[in-house]
């Protein structure tokens, strides 16, 4: 009688299922794992810090690394006139400060990065805490010599809401600062989270020497250059007599007792804890010398989360769906002076983003094409055919998009998490030259579909009032729309406490609410009622006249 032995009899059964396979399943078999390598091969991060801890510095030397850019401009240099990448905005340049979150995407070796560099003034904290639903980690900058600062404080607070995984780098090494103990105990009782040094500097300030590398066991030498990397040399054992050589014996055995020290007060580097965002590795160096930034960007590419599942209201979307899936976390007008356009930055989140695709618009339920979609490098935009998890797309807005809204390729998800805060400062905005009216209107009404601040018009006298998170934001409006927009405006004051959006399952109760307050209503650029309180008491009494009245002091309700 005729046998078959089991792995001949598998063979012919596989072989009768690979000639079953239609070409389609065929095609979605290769389409799926080509989705799977490319979100493995994504790194999506935002950079964030207090201001002038070295945040765009840092960046403007992940790009140098990256091949993005080939020269290292001093972001404050008056000898080199270059400003750096990610500040393109004329009013970034004239104040040396960020105030929108740029974004930039490069390939390092196998990975595809894209980075988020984000204003560290607090008057921009909305803009930041928004960037961060798009990010799937974080790297904070820490001046050696200020330590922890408010701002660092708040964002962090934001990223263990979400468990986002954090890496530190203490930067500045390179000037006096503070002992690297005495950082580390700060970075833990003021950020709330468990740190372990993946690098450890040799001495600091005038006397500084280096960084022994712990996470690759090597060792960094030290020269002041802004645009050359430095050079390392690879150590067998941190008892490797080279190294008594290359940075002297005193400050050699100071190495090595710190390094035993770190190794019984600090737990060993896990990945795992550092994913659910219960760890943070900590990297020391110069980005401004661009010292010690290879080092964190070599672990940080090893060690990052690839892309991972977003939360929608209906359901969890996961990046390896077949179907696109996006959201819109951020609108920007004008990033081209000689095109008046907007862009709407679109975080991909599940399936392939491809160009001329059609996709659905959720909230008005049009269905869409985009001709020209964008990856970025701060302003310069190049069309991009197709895009994964991970990747954050640019597609030019004619008014259809608003912050927070879903793409699909049909089906009806809602992302969230992007609200607007009640502002903290207000003041009336008045046109002073009635023959650009016009063009006050629409810029206005770009500048608010940013995010940068937001409207509101009063019911009582028709007055519109700009409210804000601080000063500066009023300084960065006026100044925009005067050059962008060619429109001149003044500010007049207005005293305020705070907005809040109200609404009720009476109607009776609303309408009776609305007829006492009538002359502090007003509506927002959606037609929201907001209730703009004078006072604290007159908020609290406010709340107690009318209980069937729910008070929001976020626009996300």
């Not at 740190?195 to 500097?201: A, E, G, H, N, T």
Request: charged share 25%; hydrophobic share 35%; proline share 4%.
């Amino acid at each position: 009688m005729y046998s078959i032995d089991e792995t001949e009899w598998q063979n012919k059964v596989t072989d009768t299922v690979v000639q079953k396979l239609t070409h389609q399943q065929t095609y979605n078999f290769i389409t799926l794992a080509t989705l799977n390598e490319e979100i493995q091969r994504r790194r999506t991060f935002a950079i964030i810090s207090h201001p002038d801890a070295g945040k765009t510095t840092l960046t403007e030397k992940l790009l140098l690394f990256g091949g993005a850019i080939h020269i290292a401009g001093a972001v404050k240099s008056n000898k080199i006139k270059k400003t750096a990448t990610s500040d393109w905005m004329e009013i970034e340049k004239q104040r040396g400060i960020s105030v929108a979150t740029s974004v930039m995407g490069f390939n390092y070796g196998d990975y595809k990065i894209n980075i988020l560099d984000t204003p560290g003034h607090q008057d921009f904290a909305e803009d930041t805490y928004r960037t961060l639903t798009a990010v799937d980690s974080v790297i904070i900058v820490v001046d050696v010599a200020k330590g922890v600062e408010m701002q660092t404080r708040k964002l962090m607070e934001v990223c263990r809401m979400r468990n986002t995984p954090v890496i530190i780098f203490v930067n500045k090494l390179d000037r006096e600062g503070r002992d690297p103990f005495d950082i580390l105990d700060e970075l833990e009782s003021e950020l709330k989270i468990s740190v372990r040094p993946l690098s450890w500097p040799i001495n600091i300030g005038e006397r500084f020497k280096g960084v022994y590398n712990i996470y690759e066991n090597t060792l960094d030498l030290f020269q002041p250059d802004k645009q050359k990397v430095t050079e390392r040399i690879e150590i067998a054992d941190i008892n490797d007599p080279r190294i008594d050589e290359m940075v002297g014996e005193r400050d050699a055995a100071k190495l090595r007792e710190d390094l035993e020290l770190i190794d019984g007060v600090y737990p060993e580097f896990e990945v795992e804890p550092y994913l659910d965002g219960k760890l943070a590795p900590v990297f020391f160096g110069s980005a401004l010398n661009t010292f010690g930034v290879k080092e964190l960007l070599d672990c940080f590419v090893k060690i990052a989360p690839s892309p991972k599942p977003v939360i929608a209201e209906e359901r969890q979307i996961n990046p390896d769906e077949n179907d696109f899936s996006g959201f819109v976390f951020k609108i920007h007008a004008n990033m081209d002076p000689n095109h008046r356009s907007c862009i709407a930055f679109v975080k991909v989140c599940s399936g392939k983003f491809e160009r001329n695709a059609n996709y659905r618009h959720i909230r008005s339920g049009k269905t869409m094409r985009f001709a020209a979609p964008t990856a970025f490098m701060a302003q310069k935009k190049s069309i991009v055919d197709e895009a994964y998890p991970g990747d954050i797309v640019g597609i030019p807005d004619t008014g259809n998009f608003k912050i927070g809204d879903t793409l699909t390729a049909g089906e009806t998800i809602h992302f969230k998490g992007l609200p607007s805060f009640s502002p903290e400062m207000f003041k009336y905005i008045e046109n002073t030259d009635p023959m650009k009216a016009k063009q006050l209107d629409k810029g206005l009404r770009q500048l608010m579909d940013e995010g940068v601040a937001q409207l509101f018009t009063n019911q009582f006298n028709g007055r519109k009032i700009v409210g804000t998170v601080g000063q500066l934001q009023f300084e960065v409006i006026q100044y925009r729309l005067l050059h962008e927009y060619g429109a001149q405006c003044r500010w007049e004051p207005v005293s305020l406490y705070k907005a809040c959006w109200i609404e009720s399952d009476d109607p009776k109760a609303l309408e009776s609410f609305k007829k006492r307050k009538h002359q502090f209503m007003a509506t927002d650029t959606q037609g929201r009622d907001v209730f703009l309180a004078d006072s604290n008491y007159v908020l609290q009494m406010a709340r107690t006249d009318f209980p069937k009245i729910t008070f929001h002091f976020s626009s996300e309700f």
